[in-house]
């Protein structure tokens, strides 16, 4: 089955910790990106990356850190710094540039106390 | 800047009826416009993709219009279900390589 897990679902941390969502795809894509989803908002692009061990800024990276080592793996650091950190992550691929057809992971909640 | 406006936020319709959702645009050169459809507190489907050449796409019981000249574009879908209960998103790309530019989406509910 190809497509894109993410993982934990859920995901409780503690305020002034960093915490890493885990974004892994098998569909051969060479773009993935994170975004943030806040209720009655649209989504909005953390970070994306186009190609293995690169990555560029989306309208929001303040507080948030990816590497792409592997063309199937995207994980997402939500830093300390992050002020508002409690939201819907969702990873999502592509086969090239964002203007694709773009495919979705189930998203993880996470929350901050 | 483009801008993406999806009204309204939230619709109520009985099961059985034709509806209409609404996406608009600010700057009408765009790229290529989608339709996603999401489940709550799941990821997004991605349902219909118009390229800027086209004026329409369907696939089943949805049908997709694109207006550029207006900034406009309509998720028709016809025969409604309970099971078409969900938020759709409408998302617009500005070049090949552009990021996608969300609207809020419209919260849809079928009464059986």
């Known amino acids: 089955d190809g497509g894109i897990t993410q993982s934990p679902k859920y995901l409780f941390r503690k305020e002034g910790q960093n915490v890493t969502l885990s974004c892994e795809q098998n569909l051969n894509h060479d773009a993935m990106y994170w975004y943030r989803q806040d209720p009655g908002q649209g989504l909005r692009l953390i970070y994306y990356s186009q190609i293995v061990n690169d990555f560029q800024k989306g309208d929001i990276a303040e507080g948030y850190s990816v590497s792409r080592e592997k063309k199937e793996s995207f994980p997402l650091t939500v830093t300390s710094a992050q002020k508002n950190p409690t939201a819907f992550y969702l990873c999502?691929?592509?086969?090239?540039?964002?203007?694709?057809?773009?495919?979705f992971g189930p998203g993880t909640r996470l929350t901050v106390t | 800047k483009q801008e993406v406006t999806q009204i309204p936020a939230a619709l109520s319709v009985p099961e059985g009826e034709n509806l209409v959702l609404n996406c608009s645009f600010t700057d009408s050169a765009i790229y290529n416009l989608q339709w996603f459809r999401q489940d709550p507190g799941k990821g997004l489907t991605s349902l219909l993709l118009i390229q800027s050449s086209q004026r329409e796409q369907t696939s089943g019981r949805l049908n997709a219009s694109l207006d550029k000249s207006s900034g406009r574009s309509t998720l028709y879908i016809a025969a409604s279900q309970p099971g078409d209960s969900a938020t759709y998103l409408c998302a617009v790309s500005m070049d090949s390589n552009y990021q996608l530019i969300w609207g809020a989406g419209t919260k849809l509910i079928i009464k059986p």
């Open positions: 999502a691929s592509s086969e090239t540039g964002g203007a694709y057809e773009q495919y």
